[in-house]
């Protein structure tokens, strides 16, 4: 397929259209140089972006900076979408009366009010690019896709313009690139979606497996799990060790009772024996109250007395004996009430004593018997081991499963591989590079005088897997212009080998900065381009690098200049 026309129109009307043609179309930015205008920023390379766009290209990367899409250019954004501009790419076979076109328009729009069109049909995002092939090669494929497949006719940003083959991202594996390379060359081989799935989901377990293993490995794994299960066996030995007493509530309500009591036993034993040593003491301090006085000089005093007084009544002597007798009956009276304080007490001793045999049997019954709070605390140490476990377990689980699928798939990509790398499809590579060679080496000897050519080796990526890398040899390519030159060699050959082998591929080559390649090597790109119909180069370039020869009206599809950028942003603004 080849460029036929881009149009860049928005709700004011037209912006700007571009006829292509076959051969060589240039795009040229007209500011002389040493002008204090420069070229940059006209729009030479958004041409070449706003093609990509119709490819499934993001929208942003159309007004964002290459360094990165945090870098806006607002102008063109709010241009691109408060103006609802749409871009048409009309693609076709060829350029006689009968070619079959292929119309594509795409605008900036998000949401329900965003456009992805092929020949009038609408599609989403997810399936335009899957219909696009279809309506271009009447093919699909889904490894590699499409615009991993298209990509080396894109060069207008670093990575493209300073690798040959290497087309795709930083981020692209080698399996990507192997798969991809097989398909360009016309490898066959049936299994290449297969095989770069297998090699997706086995990195993805990898990763995985690391990370359930980041702290632990599964032998450290099942180490810990051996400690935590010898852990639970010794807790519920314990448990079933552990006397649970069935009457312990009613044995320390009995022992509290006890204890009571006894509590009440001691302080009648101590009144009880209070009272008694108080009614020994009165009885003891009554009996020292008998009288034990001279009464042989009592009877004297007595008897002067008497002589004074007259006779009395009652002699001394019975007076004595009187208050003696008083204080013995009184002393009796006391001391009654001894012999029951005193079978009291001892009937209050041999009820303690009973209760002391009572309290120290309960004491020691419960003292062997657990507590509930003992248990709880068995079954709580318990419940967290079973967890540790569970979790071990869990992980060691897991850790097996994705072992078990990384055996499974490696064992399913090694039958892959053994047919992939086997010497007969080694062979066919080779001879698929020979035919691509021959093309390759015929161009690079015309534009520089050397042959050029493509070459494969089976090494070893980073995860240790086979797999094949292709890449250019034979070249001494260190200036950035003649590696421009190189690579373009190799699309232009690499159109020339497609279509001898009949694989789907698109006929245009877009480039940019060309001002860094030769004037010699433009000329013979330039007459390569005219000799060869299947081949439609489209260029970029500043007007004063161009060569005289090439300098032509009817190469140049587009002029641009910093007083008429692409989009005519300050031109429709001025006008207004």
Known sequence: MFLKYLIIENTNGLVRRIDFHQGLNLIVDETPSGNEETGNNVGKTTVLRLIDFCFGMDGSKIYSATEGTKVINEDVKNFLINTEVMITLCLTDGFSANAKDVIVRRNFLSGKRNLMEINGQKYDKK????????????????????????????????????????????????????????????????????????????????????????????????SKLAIVEGEIDELNKKKEELHLNPDFENDLEQLNKVKGSLSELAVKQSSLQLRYTLIEEAVEELNSQKSDVDTKQLELIYRQASAMIG?????????????????????AFVSAELPQIRDAISACNAEIASLRVKERMLTERLQQSATVEALDELVAQLNLKYQEKGSLEQRIAQIEEVEKAISLNEEILKDIDSGLFSQSKQDLIQKQLDKLNHYYSAVSKRLYDESYAIEFSLVKNREGKSCYKFAPFATDNFSTGKKQGEITCFDMAYIMFADD???????FILNDRKELVHDNQLLQIGALASEHIEIQYVASILRDKLPAELNQEQNIVLKLSQHSKLFRIEELAQSE
């Open 127 to 222: 399936s335009f690019e899957t219909e696009l092939q279809k309506a271009l090669w009447n093919v699909e494929t889904s490894k590699p896709s499409f615009r991993q497949i298209i990509s080396h006719n894109f060069r207008y940003d670093e990575e493209r313009l300073t690798q040959t083959l290497r087309t795709l991202n930083r981020y692209t594996s080698d399996v990507e690139y192997e798969t991809l390379h097989l398909y360009l060359f016309g490898c066959n081989f049936d299994d290449g979606d297969r095989r770069q799935e297998l090699d997706k989901k086995l990195k993805t377990d990898y990763k995985y497996k690391r990370r359930l293993e980041k702290t632990a490995s599964k032998s450290a794994l099942r």
């Open 311 to 331: 006779q009395l009544q009652h002699t001394f002597e019975e007076l004595v004996s009187y208050h003696n007798e008083m204080l013995s009956r009184k002393a």
């Open 501 to 507: 082998e009949q694989i789907p591929c698109l006929h």
